[in-house]
């Protein structure tokens, strides 16, 4: 990655305004995508050879309506750290991490994708993010030394696998360059998946380029598409995607690389112990492999149920679904915790019925790790053996 373009000062033209599609949506064979992630490309044409042009590390992906917050000072390490789920007070420079926001009762409110330079920590979030996140920090901030601003009208986010060659900004030396540490378990972190996991190999990052380098980007383009089904076969959770107002991170198996389980306090962290050690999260995440025959393709919010003497029973719903190059169609979804792991369901999308068999990611039985022993009822006989 090239390590010496600055950080341009933001002026007119440097990137769309609200509302404007990206430039690279002028590419030849650009569709843009609609949701979540509109005004960037779902594809270029062919979004089977883009999902292999982009895990091969030969393509790059326009995530440029994403947000980037910048927040500096001394105490913006410790800070954050106070205030969120993963600990971050000793970061090097160079070194990313990965952090939720929670609420009092531990329910997910923001994730943030964290890069330290040295003297500034670097916050990237989804594009919708970003306003309700930079305000809460404003206030939150007291009488610390830390100052923040929205920087994504200088720095636009590019996502690549491998070490694909980009002109990563790196404003006090230190290339702004996030790498995802979903390939294993993180410091203080808990896997609830068991067995080989699937994002073993997700060698996957996140580069912030200068939005006047970004126009003008010499490398292939692969559509969002692409890297939504490599994320949904590595078992990623995404925050547009697999949150909605009551998930806990126990229920996206994000304790791997988003919360550290022996920091100190913050917000949230009593439930995020209490279902950890003692209890279970009422919901779970799971990879469904979807029947293709009908070449239909579920959509976020459709109906996932168990058929049971004839009778659907709704469980839970689809998150997101894509084509994957080599498994197919794929959905991530979050179904009750008690649903038969090994159960056919049903997806019920568009009016059609699309048979979906389960690849188990958090088991019915994830948390209760503490172990406590059960202590007889008040009153009860113990008998010796």
């Not at 001394?74 to 000793?90: G, H």
């Not at 720095?155 to 390939?183: I, Y």
């Not at 090994?342 to 059609?352: I, K, T």
């Amino acid at each position: 990655m090239s390590t010496d373009v600055p950080v341009s000062a933001a002026v007119p033209g440097d990137q769309p305004a609200a509302g404007i599609r990206s430039p690279w949506l002028s590419r030849a064979g650009a569709v843009e995508a609609t949701g979540i992630d509109a005004g960037i490309a779902a594809h270029y044409g062919d979004p089977v050879r883009e999902q292999r042009e982009l895990v091969a590390g030969r393509a790059a992906v326009d995530l440029s309506n994403r947000g980037v917050i910048s927040v500096t000072g001394p105490d913006r390490l410790t800070w954050i750290d106070s205030i969120t789920s993963q600990s971050v007070a000793r970061m090097q420079p160079g070194e990313s991490s990965e952090t939720l926001l929670l609420d009092q009762t531990g329910r997910i409110e923001h994730a943030v994708r964290l890069v330290d330079d040295g003297v500034t920590l670097w916050m990237l979030v989804e594009g919708s993010e970003t306003a309700a996140l930079l305000g809460w920090l404003e206030r939150m901030r007291f009488m610390l030394r830390v100052e923040l601003a929205d920087r994504s009208a200088e720095l636009a986010t590019v996502g690549a696998f491998g070490d694909l060659d980009l002109p990563t900004a790196a404003p006090n030396g230190v290339p702004l360059l996030w790498r995802d540490s979903w390939s294993h378990v993180a410091e203080g972190g808990w896997q609830y998946s068991q067995g080989e996991h699937a994002g073993a190999e997700f060698d996957y990052s996140e580069a912030l380029v200068p939005w006047a380098e970004f126009d003008a980007l010499d490398v292939p383009a692969a559509g969002v598409l692409a890297l939504e089904a490599l994320r949904i076969a590595a078992w990623r959770p995404r925050f547009a995607s697999e949150v909605d107002e009551r998930s806990i991170p126990h229920e996206l198996d994000w304790l791997r690389s988003a919360v550290h389980l022996s920091k100190g306090c913050y917000r949230g962290q009593e439930t995020v112990a209490k279902v950890h050690n003692l209890g279970h999260p009422p919901r779970r995440l799971v990879m469904l492999h979807l029947d293709g025959s009908d070449a239909v393709l579920p959509a976020a919010g459709d109906e996932v149920v168990l058929v049971a003497d004839g009778v659907d029973k709704v469980v839970g719903s689809v998150t997101s679904a894509a084509r994957h190059h080599e498994l197919g169609s794929i959905a991530l979804a979050v179904v009750k915790r008690m649903t038969d792991p090994v159960a056919e369901l049903v997806v019920v999308a568009d009016g059609a019925r699309v048979a979906a068999a389960q690849e188990l990611i958090v088991p019915p039985g994830a948390g209760a790790e503490a172990n406590v022993p059960r202590l007889p009822r008040l009153g009860a006989v113990t008998r010796p053996r």
